[in-house]
């Protein structure tokens, strides 16, 4: 073979081998690009995943926190709601207390309605020696509304009873009036003071009293 043909032969290897390699980088450069793209997509979604688990969390971390937010705020107005009907209650308590004494200015009702709290303990104890206390301003009126007492008493009762004034115990100078009805041998005390019959409706009243004023409680289901 001639020098010639020798190198045309080389040509031939070389192109064939150029192109072969050629060929070969094109399809690992596909294969790469492929893989890449695959990669990629993987990085993306898995990413993508990430983003929208945190993104759920903080939803549902905001959310949480919202609602407790919205229900310190609510518990908060409600107390605040409470505490004012509170006070106001309070308020018209006391200054019904304050005007017990003013009440006593009317002798004439005053002495009928200390007639009543004694007749009251009359019924309730059903001795028959009681003793009576009072204020000793007041010892000339509930003197007189024991006799009333005692007569309206034996009308009703058909029976005697002896009431007497205890006046080595009076009532307080500073209570508002009314009066206490001893019996059994002084080991029983009905309190039908002023102060302690405005206790009573205080207790008594006071869900009447705050339906009056505040309305129905939609959120309560039973009553008393």
Known sequence: MSDDQVAGELKKMTAFIRQEALEKAKEIQIKADEEFAIEKSKLVRQETSSIDSQYEKKFKQASMSQQITRSTLANKTRLKVLSARQELLDDLFERASQGLKKF????????????DLILEGLYALNENKIAVRARKVDYDLVKQAIEDAIKEYKENMNKEVSVELDEKNPQPEGSSGGV??????????????????????ESDALPMVRTSLFGKN????FYD
């Open 180 to 201: 206490s009805i001893v019996g059994g041998n002084g080991k029983i005390d009905i309190n039908n003071t002023l102060e302690e019959r405005l206790k009573l409706l």
């Open 104 to 115: 006593t200015e009317d002798k004439g009702t005053y002495q009928e309605i200390c007639k």
């Open 218 to 221: 939609e959120n309560r289901k």
